[in-house]
């Protein structure tokens, strides 16, 4: 099983300011990675995919990046609505497996 | 519009099965793939496994193998999830979602259905 393994636990940041969050694998999956946004109540919402390709709808300030190992989502200017937890997701291989997740709050 | 329109709250003592039912609509139910993901209390997500509506071709994460069945019901574009031998652990949010291709991202997602285990 491939283990995904998300940092910071928390990340705390001022509306405005930029996030970056990681996520890394055990090993490579090459670009198969997806980042999902869930607020609470809320079920998980597809971000990137493919690593770096911005799911329909998604707005310019979310960016992903890397490939094989290490992996990046990056939002340029935290906007409210944009705090929540953030989970990377492989798809290389069975079983699908995420990340424990980053928590994105409010500074 | 695609959606996935999950059944209501279970609650159930240990030892129990829970089954539990995704109905999607605005596409083509063979087409894609439907999975199951739980997600505890305050916890994390973790993939349970997958239905391939076409042939009803399954696959499980390991820690679920024995105890989960995932079907598919093409005369209702429905599909379920049933989970055996409750335990306390598995008090959580059970989510589907679906896939273009077997191992994909996962987009979009139903709302949840909370099963709560207890005696």
């Known amino acids: 099983e491939i283990v995904m393994t998300q940092s910071p636990d928390i990340l705390s940041v001022s509306p405005g300011e930029r996030a970056t969050l990681s996520c890394r694998a055990s090993?490579?999956?090459?670009?198969?990675l997806a980042w999902y946004q869930q607020k609470p109540g809320q079920a998980p919402r597809l971000l990137v995919y493919t690593a770096s390709t911005r799911a329909s709808g998604i707005p310019a300030r979310f960016s992903g990046s890397g490939s094989g190992t290490e992996f990046t989502l990056t939002i340029s200017s935290l906007q409210s609505e944009d705090f929540a937890v953030y989970y990377c997701?492989?798809?290389?291989?069975?079983?699908?497996?995420f990340g424990g997740g980053t928590k994105v709050e409010i500074k | 519009e695609v959606q996935l329109v999950q059944s209501g709250a279970e609650v159930k003592k240990p030892g129990a099965t829970v089954k539990i039912s995704c109905k999607v609509s605005g596409y083509i139910f063979t087409d894609y793939y439907i999975h199951w993901v739980q997600q505890a209390p305050g916890k994390g997500l973790e993939w349970m496994g997958l239905?391939?509506?076409?042939?009803?071709?399954?696959t499980y994460a390991a820690k679920f193998q024995g105890r989960v069945t995932i079907t598919a019901d093409t005369s209702t574009d429905t599909a379920y999830m049933e989970l055996s031998s409750l335990r306390s652990e598995d008090t959580a949010l059970y989510y589907c979602?679906?896939?273009?291709?077997?191992?994909?991202?996962?987009?979009?997602w139903g709302r949840g259905t909370l099963v709560s285990v207890s005696s």
């Open positions: 997701q492989q798809y290389t291989n069975w079983p699908l497996t």
């Open positions: 979602a679906i896939t273009t291709v077997g191992a994909g991202r996962l987009d979009p």
């Open positions: 090993q490579s999956v090459s670009i198969n």
């Open positions: 239905v391939d509506p076409e042939d009803g071709e399954t």
